[in-house]
């Protein structure tokens, strides 16, 4: 059984540009969400989407959003990059709720 | 707001001896409670998980946590540390009604030595 896709794994971007992160989610898993990695401050919540609908949301700008497909797969977006904004995103998915999220490898994003 | 506290960013044991990872959570409703490990440049695994249905719950690689709801703790811990063992490990929660949303501690580093 396949795990949670990440792709890509490592992208390096300049200032001011926009990113696309994908995620295909484990065959049947319709919540998916999307968390952010920094050492500085850990694991954040960005967003969670269940059946193409955000359910969810974290508290992070507006340069951050996310969508979801009808077939679970879904993408993050960040615009105008920031320096800040280099971290590990990880997506995860569930099967339904309270159930505990698979997660994937995750995107290491670095703006330069 | 509902959360978790980890007690020690830093723990470190010899092989062969017990880990004890702290987490403590705080919420007005029963909680749904997680434990992962992270190893380098890795995603997150779960280890196991607390769903109200028994409070000593056990997981994967050897690991059990022991839900106190009196306490409002769920500590992990392995009878005998293995040098495989050394990761980073998250708890979390999700809180009833609160969406699917998990909300995780800041990570206890565990060290094992020979």
């Known amino acids: 059984k396949a795990g949670v896709t990440q792709t890509p794994r490592y992208l390096i971007k300049t200032r001011g540009q926009q990113v696309t992160l994908s995620c295909s989610p484990i065959s049947g898993h319709r919540s998916v969400s999307w968390y952010q990695q920094t050492p500085g401050q850990g694991l954040q919540f960005l967003f969670e989407y269940f059946s193409e609908t955000q359910r969810n949301k974290g508290n992070f700008p507006g340069r951050f959003s996310g969508r979801q497909f009808s077939n679970s797969r879904s993408e993050m977006n960040v615009s105008t990059l920031e320096l800040g904004d280099s971290a590990l995103y990880l997506c995860?998915?569930?099967?339904?709720?309270?159930?505990?999220?698979?997660f994937g490898s995750g995107t290491r994003l670095t703006v330069v | 707001a509902q959360s978790v506290t980890q007690l020690g960013s830093h723990v470190s044991v010899s092989e062969g001896a017990l880990v004890l990872l702290r987490c403590n959570y705080s919420?007005?409703?029963?909680?749904?409670l997680f434990w992962y490990v992270q190893y380098p440049n890795q995603g997150l695994q779960l280890l196991l998980k607390?769903?109200?249905?028994?409070?000593l719950v056990k997981g994967i690689n050897g690991f059990e946590a022991e839900f106190k709801k009196s306490e409002t703790s769920f500590h992990l811990t392995k009878p005998s540390a293995h040098m495989s063992d050394a990761a980073e490990y998250f708890c979390a929660v999700i809180v009833t009604g609160g969406g699917n949303k998990l909300t995780f501690g800041t990570g206890t580093q565990l060290k094992v030595e020979l």
């Open positions: 607390y769903t109200s249905a028994a409070t």
């Open positions: 919420s007005s409703v029963p909680p749904y």
């Open positions: 995860a998915s569930s099967l339904q709720e309270n159930y505990g999220y698979t």
